[in-house]
């Protein structure tokens, strides 16, 4: 797997996009499958059926790529994701294009 991210940058400012993409979640053991809502290069809005429990690190793997994080705040099947580090403008482009 390909890691997707990159040097230090903007933490909480970062554009959002728009998005509705499938993803698989990892942590405590755990293997879920989610989908993002919106992503920027330092975070993620995601949904889910059973979502992880704020404070939990977890491993964000699609389309071949992955990122770890923390999941920052949870709200009824919404929670949102704080990366361990800033994806790239690359990584970023894959997972809204999907290719």
Same mark, same amino acid.
């Given at each position: 797997?390909?890691?997707?991210?990159?040097?230090?940058?903007? %933490?909480?400012?970062?554009?959002?996009?728009?998005?509705?993409?499938?993803?698989?979640? %990892?942590?405590?053991?755990?293997?879920?499958?989610?989908?993002?809502?919106?992503?920027?290069?330092?975070?993620?809005?995601?949904?889910?059926?059973?979502?992880?429990?704020?404070?939990?690190?977890?491993?964000?793997?699609?389309?071949?790529?992955?990122?770890?994080? %923390?999941?920052?705040?949870?709200?009824?099947? %919404?929670?949102?994701?704080?990366?361990?580090?800033?994806?790239?403008?690359?990584?970023?482009?894959?997972?809204?294009?999907?290719?």
């Amino acid at each position: 797997m390909a890691d997707l991210t990159g040097a230090a940058g903007q %933490r909480r400012h970062d554009p959002r996009h728009k998005m509705f993409g499938p993803v698989a979640l %990892r942590f405590g053991g755990t293997a879920a499958r989610a989908h993002f809502l919106d992503l920027s290069c330092s975070g993620a809005l995601a949904h889910c059926e059973t979502p992880p429990r704020t404070g939990t690190y977890l491993i964000v793997e699609a389309l071949g790529m992955q990122a770890s994080g %923390r999941v920052m705040w949870s709200n009824g099947k %919404r929670f949102g994701i704080q990366f361990n580090q800033p994806l790239t403008q690359h990584a970023l482009a894959v997972w809204i294009e999907g290719a």
